[in-house]
């Protein structure tokens, strides 16, 4: 099977044989179902973007190259899709292996993963169900600070729509990438920052702007991270962000859920919203919680 994956790197194409297809197929079985009676004819390469949402998974058969998908019938078979993008994506994908040693609490953990572009986090643009709520919600005027913001897109997203925004990052390495991406005239101060340090300071943020840094630190900190950014806020300011609820043990990522999330946060903030996000990447379909939350 001729596999490609669409991602923050631009194409990576195998064709996938042996074992790695026997996985993937494992997989793709429901799909090849689902489409090869819809397309009525068999279906031999798959193309999918793992990062985007949209009519880019393409169907062939050397009868039939080229089958693509409409937007509709895109989101009709989202949930066939999305196991396979996964599975595809875990075949190509290669993680540079992890510095001895290293833990997710120490920048030189993350530093090589941002210096060899190997983060498999990374989706080159802020989280779409992100984009979608900030657009009918403008954080303009408002205060925000973006934890772990890696190279920045979150907090250029906001910075455009005319908050003013801090974006702190352990790493030394993401924050110099994410300021060379910034255009000047952005109202973003990047700082190395641990997260960890602002509990006990003085609250000065109307906005948290969560994305991949709650599910980067150590589980057993999960409660600092609350504490954290709960002291960061003004009371009545709000936490927005997106929770990685992918289910698999191990990490970072590591996984959470919305028992979790409600019973970590609600000591400290107001839930308003908690619930399986919208419109996510394909690869994070149907696993992120989308939560609004307000301090108390
Ligand atoms: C999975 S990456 C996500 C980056 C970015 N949010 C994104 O989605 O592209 C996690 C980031 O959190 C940062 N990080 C981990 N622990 C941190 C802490 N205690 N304080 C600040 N940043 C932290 C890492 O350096 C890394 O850049």
Known sequence: MRAVVVGARGEQARDLEGEAYARVEAVAEPMWAALGRHAGAPVRAVAVDAFARHATLSLADPA???????????????????????AIRAELFVRTPDVAGAGPGEAR??????????????LGRAAPPL???FSEHVPKGMQALVPGCGRGHEARLLAALEATVTAIDLSPTAIAQAQAMTPPGLAITFAVQDLFTRIGQ????DLVVE????????PARRDDYVTAVADSLRPGGMLVGLF??????GGPPFTTDRA????????RFAIEQLEVAQGSTLIRHRQELFAVMRRR
């Open 64 to 86: 039939r190259p080229g089958l693509r998908l409409t937007p509709a019938e895109f989101e009709a078979f989202v949930d066939v899709i999305a196991p396979v993008a996964r």
């Open 109 to 122: 953990f993350w530093d090589p993963l941002f210096a060899a572009d190997a983060g498999g986090w990374e």
């Open 131 to 133: 984009v979608a709520w």
């Open 202 to 205: 003085r609250p000065a943020f």
């Open 211 to 218: 994305h991949t840094c709650f599910c980067a630190i150590d």
């Open 244 to 249: 990685y609820a992918h289910g698999r043990t």
């Open 260 to 267: 979790e999330v409600e019973r970590r946060f609600a000591p």
